[in-house]
């Protein structure tokens, strides 16, 4: 029904803090976390092409990816059991 695809000014405001959460996660990151998360999910550029930005091997831009992802997700589980503390 039309109702239920409706969103609540709740939904908005969990969505708002999320996006807020992780905007200051992603600047506590290393710069060259930053950089590569925002150009492939951002910018959608592929592992080839952020190799050749930065000079370094499609492996090798794999693996900084992942440890970005990680170190990411570490940060806004943290950020979230810290909020919810204060509730």
Do not use: N
């Not at 600047?27 to 050749?52: D, F, K, M, N």
């Amino acid at each position: 029904t039309l109702t239920s695809a409706r969103r609540s000014p709740l939904e908005d405001l969990i969505d708002q803090e999320d996006a807020a959460r992780l905007q200051v996660a992603l600047g506590s990151l290393p710069e060259a976390y930053s950089t590569v998360l925002r150009w492939h999910y951002h910018e959608g550029q592929s592992y080839s092409e952020i190799s050749v930005r930065v000079a370094r091997s499609v492996d090798a831009v794999r693996m900084l990816l992942r440890r970005a992802e990680r170190e990411l997700a570490e940060d806004l589980k943290r950020a979230k059991s810290s909020a919810g503390d204060k509730v």
